[in-house]
């Protein structure tokens, strides 16, 4: 693999992460309530 898909990767893991931590931090489920 490319350094770029590997970047391309790690910054998509990154962003699910935050998501993960912002949608836990106000204590919801999921996504959308």
Excluded: K
């Excluded at 790690?10 to 699910?16: E, L, S, T, V």
């Amino acid at each position: 693999m490319s350094d770029e898909a590997i970047n391309d990767i790690r910054r998509a893991i990154d962003q699910h992460h935050n998501q993960i931590a912002y949608y836990i931090s106000f204590g919801l489920d999921q996504p959308g309530v």
